[in-house]
Structures are given as structure tokens and as C-alpha cells.
């Protein structure tokens, strides 16, 4: 059973938050593509600027599955907001403009309510322990495709499938491995309103 | 293989477009944001997907030298850069022309130092505006991918033999995964026949190029090269005619959004006449009479469809993403001004100069722009032209 917490049929903005490395912008693009391959206008970039390996990262997605779309500015109002790496909470103020009744998504090992607790979130909430994950099924604790699993449960923006070809296309011999990790992470997923 | 809508970076598809325009040479000093155009053709070339020379040069102005020596023997040459490396191509750039050299080059445009900038903006086209290049616009990656192949056949066609560049803002599109159209080969194959140079550069049969001029005879080249520039026009049309044809996307110099009974028009170049549409859409629902104009095709200017297409409207307001340090206004307005100078019936031209150096202008921003525009035509400006969205 697939949350639905989030409208998705007209536009959806999705910010991503990661460090230089994790796979912030694979993430992104790997969504655009799904989408654009589900017949659906989308996009992805990077904030633009110069990447260090480290360094917080911030990828964004536009998906309408209406009507090509033509803003290319950063998202400034997401809908949804999807944080790789957990220590960035303490020092990225994550949920910046992200709607009322928007959806954060984050790779914590802590309970949901912990994290509410801790860092005074209110809206709707995904946890996944993604690096638990990625480091079982891929041997190391990059966590872009665990995560892009972690969304999909949270949201249904585009259907797991989907992104099956675009991982095929991006990995080579490690997309089966990077398949399961999504799948997993897409099982394991909590969400709560 | 059919047609496919794929999603990719618009610069992955740049180097699929030189892919399936079947490039014999390419030679090109990475640059960001350009990069991700050569290293993909780079690989596509190392893994044997493509059969062409990739000469890696210390330079861009090495680049673009290369790029002269292989379009002189005739093959089919293509390279790509930005900011800095536009300006350091710069004196190159006229040999190409003049020479008529059919060299196609994407700029990945962004600002110049200094302050070091890697971000948009088109002080970097602007500073080459007269080196006698094609130039083209491009608003999206899918005009971008077209205009790459419609390039090629613009630049090698016998009544044109120049050299074209495709101009793409950096990051807003040559980072952006999106949708793109990509035809299948046979079909890109009957639309660009093989390049065939009349009189290439051939050890057996020698000919010089680019030969010394006294003053008896450099002016005459020149006027035959503006005459050259000019008559080129017909063959753009053409060509965006025939591509239309063949892939069911049209193309025209300068393209209206909305203008039909527009008292009020907001002209933009590249990237940020998409995001301008939305202004003008929530205008228009606000009943205010405002349409858009895209300028596609930069070089040769469009006068015709520049002033028929502004003719009836009271207010022409012009975004420029540069500046003319001390001049008149941005550099995009300066010229239509002058179009327009000598006409009976003509707007009020107001300018605008924002987006430098990467900034975003918004829906809002424009809608702000385009009511200053018109507050200006009332009340008349201090200034040449004003800056937007400095802050103070």
C-alpha cells in the first residue's frame, strides 16, 4: 500500500539534500527519467555552483504529468524534501519553504517521533534507515537509490518500475544490486502523516 | 529505431546530436559549464560509438584553431565552450568566418570575469556579436538539439559556408535533465547529406586561405562577407522550413507568445523566455494586454520579422543578460532600438538589464520587469536603462 499523503497530479517539486558523493543528483535524475519515461514532463538539476566531495549537495525535480514545464528556477516551495544524509539536519535547515502540507523524507536509523522531537518537524514524515541498507545490499553506504525507494513509498510520484530502466542505463553490472536497494528501502519505509 | 523521448541532460544530447550529424572532427578545451558536451563526445569517440578525430588542445584558442585546419579539409568539425573560453577563442573566431569555415560550436553561455562567475548570463556571446558568426538562441534542450543539427546543414550549405553557433544557457539548460526527442539516424542521415567543402585544403592541388589583404582589396572582402551573412538568412529559413518537414518542430527567427491585440511586449533571448510565458499567462488573466517575443535567431539580425512582429504595439520592453558598460542600454536592445529607429509607427523601447552572472528571474520578477516597463513609458526613467533586481 502506497501513502498517498501527497497530490501529485499536477506539479510536484522535490528538493534533495545530500553531500558531494551520496548520489544527491543521480537521485534527482534517475526520478526525472522515470517520469519523463512514464510519459510525464519532468526535470532535474543540480543547485548549480561548484561540487566538493562533502560539502552539502541540493539536487531539485519537477514532475507534471500535465503540461511541459517551463520555470528552470531552484525550488523554493517543494512539496516534498528528501535528506540523504542525517547530520545534515543539525546544520541545513531542511524544511526551508517546504509546504504546509508538504513530505520529508530522511534516511535516520532514529524513530520518527525522535526526529520530530529533536529538530521541531511538523509535517508528514518518512524514515528509512537507507545507509543500514545500502551498506547490506551494496557494501557501501551510498544511499541515492535506497532513498529514491524511501520516496516513492512516501509519495507514489512515479511507480517503482519505472525506475528499473533508468538504474539498467545508470549502473550497468551494479543496477540489480542498486534494484534491490530501492526495493528494499521502499519495503522498509515508515511513513507517518 | 524509431524516434525516442528520452529524459537526459541537454548536454548529453548535444554530443548525440554531433553523434548523429556523424562529426568527422572535434577538438575542444573543457570548460564549465560546457564540460559534460566534449567529455561525452570524448567518450562516445573513445568507445567507438563514434568515428571521428578528438584533438585535446591546451586551449580554447587551440581549439578553435584546430577546428580551422580540419573544416578546411573538409571535414565536418563541431566544438563547444563558454565565458572565458569564448573570449580566448575570440580572434579565432573571425579567421573562421572569414575564411568561410562551416565550423558548428554550442556556447554554454556564462558570465565573464571579474568577479570569477560560472554561472549564466551572455556577456560572453555579446562580446563576440561581431565576429561574423550564425548565431542562434536556443530556449530549450529540445531547440538546442535541433538547432545542432540544423546548424550543420545551415553552415555547410554552398550558398552559406560559415561557421554557426548554437547558444545555450549554462546550467538553466546544459545541466537540466528533460525531455528530448531524439530521431532515429536514417532519418537525420536524409535530412544532412554529407558535408562536401567546393575547394578544401589538399596537398596535391594547393590553394592559400586567408591570404594577405593590402587596402586594395580588404574592403571588398568584407562587404562580400556581410553580403555573405546577410543572404544567409534565406537558407535559415529554409532549413527550419525543411526540418519542420522532416521532424514536425518549427522554427522562425523571432516567435510571438500571446501578442495578438498586445499594447504591451516583453522581448527575451535564451533560457528565461520560457519562464517568461508564465508571466505573461498570469498578466493576461489579470486582463492586462501583454504577449512575449523570443528573438531566436541573433545573427544575422531579423529585421523584418523584428519589426513586424513589434510594429503595433505602445510599449517594447527588452531584457538583456549583459552589459554595456557606459553605453546606451543592454546590448539586445541597443540594436532593436536602431531597427526601429527610422519606422513611422513604433513603440516606446524601454530596457532592462538582470540575470547576470546566474541570477533568477522568476514568473513574479518578469511581471514586476513588465509593470516597471510600462510605469517607465508613462513617466520616463533618470536612467539609459535600469538594472533589475539589485540589491540595495
Known amino acids: 500500500m502506497e501513502a498517498k499523503l501527497i497530490n501529485t497530479t499536477g506539479l510536484t517539486e522535490i528538493r534533495w539534500h545530500g553531500r558531494g558523493g551520496q548520489g544527491a543528483v543521480t537521485s534527482a535524475e534517475l526520478v526525472a527519467q522515470a517520469a519523463i519515461n512514464e510519459g510525464k514532463y519532468a526535470q532535474a538539476f543540480p543547485a548549480f555552483g561548484a561540487e566538493r566531495r562533502g560539502a552539502p549537495v541540493v539536487a531539485f525535480v519537477r514532475i507534471n504529468s500535465n503540461e511541459p514545464i517551463r520555470v528552470r528556477a531552484e525550488i523554493a516551495e517543494p512539496d516534498v524534501v528528501v535528506v540523504l544524509d542525517p547530520g545534515l539536519l543539525r546544520i541545513v535547515n531542511v524544511t526551508l519553504g517546504l509546504k504546509a502540507n508538504g513530505m520529508l523524507v530522511v534516511n535516520t536509523k532514529k524513530q520518527a517521533e525522535q526526529i520530530r522531537k529533536e529538530f521541531s518537524i511538523n509535517c508528514s514524515l518518512a524514515t528509512v534507515d537507507a545507509t543500514k541498507i545500502a551498506r547490506e545490499l551494496l557494501g557501501v553506504p551510498i544511499v541515492n537509490t535506497s532513498m529514491v525507494g524511501a520516496l516513492l513509498r512516501a509519495t507514489g510520484v512515479v511507480r517503482l518500475e519505472s525506475l528499473f530502466e533508468p538504474l539498467r542505463q545508470r549502473f550497468g553490472r551494479l543496477a540489480e544490486r542498486n534494484i534491490s536497494a530501492m526495493k528494499k528501502a521502499h519495503e522498509e519505509t515508515l511513513v507517518k502523516e | 529505431m524509431t524516434t525516442q523521448r528520452i529524459g537526459i541532460e541537454v548536454s548529453r544530447a548535444i554530443a548525440i546530436a554531433a553523434k548523429l550529424a556523424n562529426v568527422d572532427v572535434v577538438s575542444a578545451y573543457p570548460i564549465t559549464p560546457q564540460t559534460h558536451i566534449v567529455e561525452d563526445i570524448a567518450e562516445l569517440v573513445a568507445d567507438g560509438e563514434l568515428d571521428a578525430a578528438y584533438i585535446p588542445v591546451e586551449s580554447e584558442h587551440s581549439a578553435m584553431s584546430a577546428c580551422l585546419g580540419a573544416s578546411a579539409v573538409g571535414a565536418r568539425t563541431f566544438t563547444a565552450t563558454a565565458g572565458q573560453g569564448l573570449e580566448l577563442m575570440h580572434e579565432v573566431l573571425y579567421i573562421a568566418s572569414s575564411m568561410r569555415l562551416p565550423v558548428v560550436m554550442t556556447v554554454a553561455n556564462r558570465a565573464l570575469s571579474a568577479p570569477l562567475s560560472i554561472w549564466c548570463d551572455h ?270
Open chain 2, 123 to 392: 556577456s560572453d556571446v555579446m562580446a563576440v556579436r561581431d565576429t561574423g558568426w550564425i548565431q542562434i538562441f536556443a530556449a530549450n534542450g529540445q531547440e538546442t538539439f535541433d538547432n545542432v543539427l540544423c546548424a550543420f546543414r545551415i553552415a555547410e550549405d554552398q550558398r552559406v559556408l560559415l561557421p554557426v553557433m548554437i547558444h545555450l544557457d549554462g546550467f538553466y539548460l546544459t545541466h537540466m535533465v528533460e525531455p528530448i526527442y531524439v530521431p532515429e539516424q536514417s532519418k537525420v542521415d536524409k535530412f544532412l547529406p554529407p558535408y562536401e567543402y567546393p575547394l578544401p585544403l589538399d596537398p596535391n592541388k594547393p590553394i592559400t586561405m586567408g591570404a594577405f589583404a593590402p587596402p586594395n582589396i580588404y574592403t571588398e572582402t568584407k562587404k562580400a562577407q556581410q553580403a555573405n551573412l546577410t543572404a544567409a538568412k534565406e537558407v535559415i529559413l529554409q532549413c527550419w522550413r525543411e526540418f519542420g518537414n522532416f521532424f514536425g518542430r518549427y522554427y522562425s527567427p523571432v516567435e510571438g507568445y500571446r501578442c495578438e491585440k498586445a499594447k504591451v511586449l516583453l522581448l527575451v533571448m535564451g533560457s528565461l523566455s520560457e519562464t517568461a510565458m508564465s508571466a505573461i499567462d498570469t498578466l493576461r488573466d489579470e486582463g492586462k494586454e501583454v504577449g512575449l517575443i523570443k528573438l531566436r535567431l541573433w545573427r544575422p539580425f531579423p529585421f523584418d520579422e523584428i519589426r513586424r512582429a513589434v510594429r503595433d504595439a505602445e510599449v517594447l520592453i527588452i531584457l538583456d543578460r549583459a552589459l554595456s558598460f557606459g553605453g546606451p542600454a543592454g546590448p539586445v536592445c541597443s540594436e532593436i532600438r536602431s531597427a526601429l529607429y527610422n519606422e513611422d509607427k513604433k513603440p516606446k523601447v524601454i530596457s532592462f538589464v538582470g540575470g547576470l552572472g546566474g541570477r533568477d528571474i522568476s514568473p513574479d520578477g518578469f511581471k514586476e520587469i513588465i509593470n516597471r516597463g510600462i510605469e517607465i513609458s508613462q513617466t520616463g526613467s533618470e536612467q539609459e536603462f535600469e538594472m533589475f533586481g539589485v540589491r540595495e
